[in-house]
T-cell receptor, first 117, second 115 residues
C-alpha cells in the first residue's frame, strides 16, 4: 500500500492558463476528498466523491474548478483560467465509508503546490 | 457550522521540554476531534482522534490530547519534545454524523524546537 499519491507535486503556471491535478487514493477507499490550503491556513474542504459520484461541493469551488472521478478510482481537479488567488496547496484525501463515521479516517496525500504567476 | 480556533500561531520550545498546543472548538453537540501534523512539503498525518468515551486520548509519536467539554477544548500535549517534532499542527472538528465528510480545520500552530 503506497498511500494517497498526487501528481504533480509542484506546478507553476501563468495567469489564464488551465491546470489539472491528479489524485490516486488508497485502493480500497471509496471516498475521495479535495482540499485547498493557503499559506498560514488550515485545509479548506472543496469537494468529495463517493465512488464516481460527486456528492458535495463547497462554495469555494467556483465555476472555474471542476473535479471528476470517472471510474471511482483516481480523481482529477482542473482549474480553468487560473488566477493568482488560486495559488495554494491542493490536498487530496481518501477514506473508507463504513457504517460508523468514526472508522472513516481520512488519509492525506502530499499535495500539489500551485503557483500562478 | 462547526469551527476551530488555534490561538497560538507559532510556539518555540526547547528539546526535552513539555509541549501543549491549544485548540478550542465551536459545535452544538459533542463533535469528533482530530489532531494532524504536517511537515514541510508533506500531507497531513493523523496524530490522534476523539469520538467518545475516555476524554484522554493517546496518539502516535508520544502525543496525547484531552477533551474538556466545559471548556470546548481539545489540547494536544507531549511530555518531552524531540527535534523531529518541529512541524505544523492542525486541530480539526468533524460532525458526528454518518457521512463524516465535513471537517473544519484550525489555522494551525507552527512548532519550532530549539536544541
Amino acid at each position: 500500500d503506497t498511500g494517497v499519491s498526487q501528481d504533480p507535486r509542484h506546478k507553476i503556471t501563468k495567469r489564464g492558463q488551465n491546470v489539472t491535478f491528479r489524485c490516486d487514493p488508497i485502493s480500497e477507499h471509496n471516498r475521495l476528498y479535495w482540499y485547498r490550503q493557503t499559506l498560514g491556513q488550515g485545509p479548506e474542504f472543496l469537494t468529495y466523491f463517493q465512488n464516481e459520484a460527486q456528492l458535495e461541493k463547497s462554495r469555494l469551488l467556483s465555476d472555474r474548478f471542476s473535479a471528476e472521478r470517472p471510474k471511482g478510482s483516481f480523481s482529477t481537479l482542473e482549474i480553468q483560467r487560473t488566477e493568482q488567488g488560486d495559488s495554494a496547496m491542493y490536498l487530496c484525501a481518501s477514506s473508507k465509508h463504513g457504517r460508523l463515521a468514526r472508522d472513516n479516517e481520512q488519509f492525506f496525500g502530499p499535495g500539489t503546490r500551485l503557483t500562478v504567476l | 457550522a462547526q469551527s476551530v480556533t488555534q490561538p497560538d500561531i507559532h510556539i518555540t520550545v526547547s528539546e526535552g521540554a513539555s509541549l501543549e498546543l491549544r485548540c478550542n472548538y465551536s459545535y452544538g453537540a459533542t463533535p469528533y476531534l482530530f489532531w494532524y501534523v504536517q511537515s514541510p512539503g508533506q500531507g497531513l498525518q493523523l496524530l490522534l482522534k476523539y469520538f467518545s468515551g475516555d476524554t484522554l486520548v493517546q496518539g502516535i509519536k508520544g502525543f496525547e490530547a484531552e477533551f474538556k467539554r466545559s471548556q470546548s477544548s481539545f489540547n494536544l500535549r507531549k511530555p518531552s519534545v524531540h527535534w523531529s517534532d518541529a512541524a505544523e499542527y492542525f486541530c480539526a472538528v468533524g460532525k458526528p454524523t454518518y457521512n463524516n465528510n465535513d471537517m473544519r480545520f484550525g489555522a494551525g500552530t507552527r512548532l519550532t524546537v530549539k536544541p
